[in-house]
């Protein structure tokens, strides 16, 4: 026990189902450990020797990207099994259920399927080069509305924003840049997070929407309150802030590739974010 310090790795000898664990804090008395299979939990000294886990045995996604000891108190940790039991409640078969794919995945699928045929590559540049840019703006409104992903609301200040004909030609450079640009990910997103800005636009959903739309296999669409929500139960830090952000989106990135990791590893098999995103979002409304 004298080895144990802060962030050491350890099992629970007599207590194999709550896994691997993360030291939080220790005292004379007491040491707290936050366990993948049943989170935190205070231990006296006195009651029990922790095994140092080691090389291979030590590794977790979950406990590389915990949240602060300070958060946990009154969080109510799903673990993984947990999350999965109660999705497979709602949709016994999965992420084939038909009610599943009518509620959760056809929208975005077709609006998929029209982004790559409106706002393809070759299209795009196109439309752009002869200055049609309210075009670019009607054909991403076309694809917005057929998702369920914006509330009223939020869809009356996208579809006000590109009314504007003077930011018709910001939205649409910034969208093809954004979806096709020649610099990283990460440069072509933070551009286009002064577009929005410039367009008074900058929220988490427009920021997202259409890069998760175009590229549903690797790209993640956030809606603030149910990711929070989702992350805070999960355990995991998402380092958020309300501004459109790289490190947070990365952090959420992370966070969905876990989750898909996690899910194929107990046998269901998400076809992309689509999925997955649904199955975090069950977390996060509960």
């Known amino acids: 026990?004298?080895?144990?310090?802060?962030?050491?790795?350890?099992?629970?000898?007599?207590?194999?189902?709550?896994?691997?664990?993360?030291?939080?804090?220790?005292?004379?008395?007491?040491?707290?450990?936050?366990?993948?299979?049943?989170?935190?939990?205070?231990?006296?000294?006195?009651?029990?020797?922790?095994?140092?886990?080691?090389?291979a045995a030590a590794k977790d996604r979950l406990l590389d990207n915990l949240i602060e000891a300070s958060q946990m108190s009154g969080t109510g940790?799903?673990?993984?099994?947990?999350?999965?039991?109660?999705?497979?409640?709602?949709?016994?078969?999965?992420?084939?259920?038909?009610?599943?794919l009518k509620d959760e995945r056809e929208a975005t699928v077709s609006a998929h399927q029209f982004c790559v045929q409106l706002l393809g590559e070759a299209e795009l540049a196109e439309l752009i080069a002869a200055g049609r840019y309210q075009d670019v703006c009607d054909r991403a409104r076309h694809?917005?509305?057929?998702?369920?992903?914006?509330?009223?609301?939020?869809?009356?200040?996208?579809?006000?924003?590109?009314?504007?004909?003077?930011?018709?030609?910001?939205?649409?450079?910034?969208?093809?840049?954004?979806?096709y640009g020649s610099d990283s990910e990460e440069e072509c997103f933070k551009s286009f997070v002064r577009v929005l800005?410039?367009?008074?636009?900058?929220?988490?959903?427009?920021?997202?929407?259409?890069?998760?739309?175009?590229?549903?296999?690797?790209?993640?669409?956030?809606?603030?309150?149910?990711?929070?929500?989702?992350?805070?139960?999960?355990?995991?830090?998402?380092?958020?802030?309300?501004?459109?952000?790289v490190r947070t989106y990365a952090a959420v990135l992370r966070l969905y590739h876990h989750v898909r990791t996690s899910l194929v590893e107990e046998g269901l098999m998400p076809r992309d974010l689509i999925d997955v995103q649904s199955f975090v979002w069950s977390v996060g409304r509960k």
């Open 1 to 55: 026990m004298s080895d144990l310090s802060q962030g050491v790795r350890v099992f629970h000898p007599n207590q194999k189902g709550w896994g691997l664990g993360k030291v939080l804090s220790v005292t004379p008395d007491n040491i707290d450990v936050f366990f993948v299979g049943t989170g935190a939990k205070r231990l006296s000294k006195s009651f029990v020797q922790l095994e140092i886990a080691e090389g």
């Open 77 to 100: 940790y799903v673990t993984t099994a947990m999350a999965i039991e109660r999705f497979l409640e709602s949709y016994p078969e999965g992420f084939s259920a038909p009610r599943f």
């Open 143 to 179: 694809v917005e509305s057929m998702t369920t992903l914006l509330t009223k609301s939020e869809k009356t200040a996208l579809y006000g924003a590109l009314d504007q004909t003077d930011n018709q030609k910001l939205f649409s450079v910034g969208l093809a840049n954004l979806l």
């Open 197 to 245: 800005d410039l367009l008074e636009i900058n929220r988490w959903q427009y920021a997202t929407l259409f890069g998760f739309i175009r590229f549903p296999q690797e790209r993640a669409f956030i809606k603030p309150t149910v990711t929070q929500n989702a992350a805070k139960s999960l355990c995991w830090r998402i380092n958020y802030k309300s501004e459109p952000n």
